[in-house]
């Protein structure tokens, strides 16, 4: 008996009728997503997708049986000699998913019902539900039917791409394995349109980020995955906070190892990773005691505090175009207006100079620290030059002030050297770190220098989990992997993409291209092909990739951005 299973999905339901004259033997596997996402929706129910396969409660399933239901009688009613069938009924098999409630992976079977209705000439036509009850997936459970029923064909008659549309027309293939919904095409997700997140996941977040539809869940390496098992070349980072790459080895067992000994003991009490750590940072610096706390905005609150209270000095003096943070304090010198204008009036005595315009540095007595990053990285990826950064320890030697670069963007081997001032031939006060210190768990660190004058007393500042010991011994894990051949990697890299693309500005691999449209398209084109960018202003792209990158990768995110930009 040459038999053909017929999975109908979408608003398909007219056309199977149609489809199914024209086949001899044919057992027909049908969803309803959209139904299903409309009455959920009614209810007040989340609509939830991972991988593609719909996240299915107790209530969930209610509405997913009636629905199923509903389609099923609309499609027996199409079809002549249909013999509609719930899949739990007749006691399809399947393998719960418990991650995703009741939702099933179905086994290949060839249940006595299907082969009744086939053997009498009429259509079964089957509901996804497997024995438990449980909600499976409409393409796969039409695939292990195709594989158990040892049919000679699938087909599937849909207006909407499903997990397994595409496959081609072998069951076997369309069956294969869990790694079934990696292979995919990419971008064919059912309902939510490849990784769209469905409005309802999101709506429980505040609005402040302009998120791209993309849910990851996973990453290894210069790779991520999407919740859809779509891989992506990462050359984000985190917004060069991956330094060592996705499940470093390195930072991950120090990490795991700290997990089982003692997660936090707050900052009344020593901790060895804490303690560890300022000794490594301290050895980088050449002689530095340090500040722990979370974040790059807070290391910047810090460094406001201990510049202020060492100096006894209101003022600081920043960059226009730079970036520091969004807290109160770090925005107030922050010299972006736009994102200053909405929460005004900030700190004051903030006063801004030009980049690499040495005239424009007015540094006086009421100064307390000169703040700059050697590379402008949010406000575009700007290098400051050393006749710049030399002109400003000369100024703050002159009047008394501090010299504090802001390496959370630059530190930790991002620019080929730990902090990107050891290639700059002038030495801060103090260095603020964040971003890649723990390659991707949260830290902040100021670095006071020994040589600095030293203001901050107990009592002054301090952070509930600042210098948290699981962190911390990730942090120490990455310091100690931001070898010479890690470096020798970042300049390889460097030169390489600088040879595709010979106007890219910034050094190591903090590097951005300005380009002749919108940044977000180009994000946008880079994503759909697989490679992840970021933006760093309204027409340049920003690349901040692992520092592990291989010469390969390199020429995967060269192939794609030489194609997107053409
Ligand atoms: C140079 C610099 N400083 C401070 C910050 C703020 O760091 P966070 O977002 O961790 O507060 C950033 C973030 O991008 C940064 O690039």
Not at 50 to 57: L, N, S
Not at 429 to 445: E, F, H, M, Q, R
Request: hydrophobic share 45%; aromatic share 4%.
């Amino acid at each position: 008996m040459k038999l053909a299973v017929l999975k109908v999905g979408g608003a398909s339901a007219a056309g199977a009728a149609d489809a199914v004259r024209g086949l001899q033997h044919v057992c027909v596997v049908h969803g309803a997503g959209p139904q299903i996402s409309a009455e959920m929706q009614r209810r007040g129910l989340p609509v939830e997708f991972v991988g593609g396969r719909r996240v299915t409660t107790a209530t969930g399933l209610e509405v997913v049986r009636e629905s199923f239901a509903a389609v099923n009688a609309e499609l027996c009613a199409a079809i002549p000699g249909a013999v509609g069938l719930m899949g739990d009924e007749i006691g399809l098999p399947a393998t719960q998913v418990p991650e995703l409630g009741l939702v099933g992976d179905p086994l290949p079977s060839a249940p006595q019902a299907v082969l009744d209705v086939l053997a009498v000439g009429c259509v079964p036509v089957v509901a996804p539900l497997a024995a438990g009850p449980l909600n499976v997936n409409a393409d796969e459970m039409a695939a292990a039917l195709a594989v158990g029923l040892g049919a000679d064909r699938i087909s599937f008659l849909t207006d909407v791409p499903g997990l397994l549309y595409g496959r081609g027309r072998d069951p076997a293939e369309a069956a294969r394995g869990r790694d079934r919904r990696a292979a995919r095409s990419p971008h064919g997700d059912r309902r939510d349109g490849g990784d769209r997140v469905s409005t309802v996941a999101t709506q429980a977040v505040l609005p402040t980020y302009a998120r791209q539809d993309l849910t990851i869940v996973r990453g290894s390496g210069c790779w991520v995955e999407s919740a859809y098992g779509n891989r992506f070349l990462d050359l984000v980072g985190g917004i060069a906070v991956i330094g060592l790459g996705h499940g470093h080895p390195a930072p991950l067992s120090a990490a795991q190892e700290q997990l089982q000994k003692l997660w936090h003991a707050s900052n009344l009490y020593w901790t060895e990773p804490m303690q560890a750590l300022s000794v490594s940072v301290s050895s980088r610096f050449g002689g530095a005691r340090s500040f722990f706390c979370n974040s790059g905005a807070e290391a910047i609150e810090a460094a406001i505090k201990w510049a202020r209270k060492t100096t006894g000095r209101p003022g600081i003096v920043a960059l226009e175009g730079s970036f520091h943070g969004r807290t109160l304090g770090a925005l107030s010198i922050t010299g972006q207006p736009a994102k200053r204008a909405a929460f005004e009036p900030l700190i004051p005595a903030v006063s801004f100079a030009r980049l690499n315009d040495v005239d424009s540095l007015v540094v006086d007595e009421t100064t307390a620290a000169i703040v700059i990053e050697p590379i402008q990285g949010e406000g575009g990826v700007h290098p400051a030059t050393p006749e710049f950064l030399a002109a400003a320890r000369e100024l703050a030697d002159e009047h008394g002030a501090l010299l504090i670069f802001d390496e959370v963007q630059t530190g930790v081997g991002r620019t080929g050297s730990f902090f990107a001032f050891e290639q700059l031939g002038v030495k801060p006060d103090a260095v603020t770190l964040a971003k890649s210190l723990a390659n991707g768990l949260p830290i902040g660190c100021l670095v006071v220098s020994d040589d600095a004058p030293q203001g901050l007393e107990p009592g002054d500042h301090a952070s509930t989990f600042g210098g948290n010991p699981v962190v911390c011994a990730a942090a120490c894990a990455v310091v100690d992997a931001i070898t010479d051949e890690l470096l020798a990697n970042v300049h390889a890299r460097e030169a390489q993409l600088r040879a595709a693309f010979p106007t890219l500005r910034g050094r190591g691999l903090l590097l951005a291209l300005d380009v002749d449209r919108p940044a977000g398209e180009i994000v946008n084109a880079c994503r759909e092909r697989g490679v992840l960018v970021c933006t760093a202003g309204e027409r340049t792209i920003r690349l901040t990739p692992p520092l592990v990158i291989t010469e390969e990768e390199i020429e995967i995110a060269i192939a794609t951005l030489r194609e997107v930009l053409q």
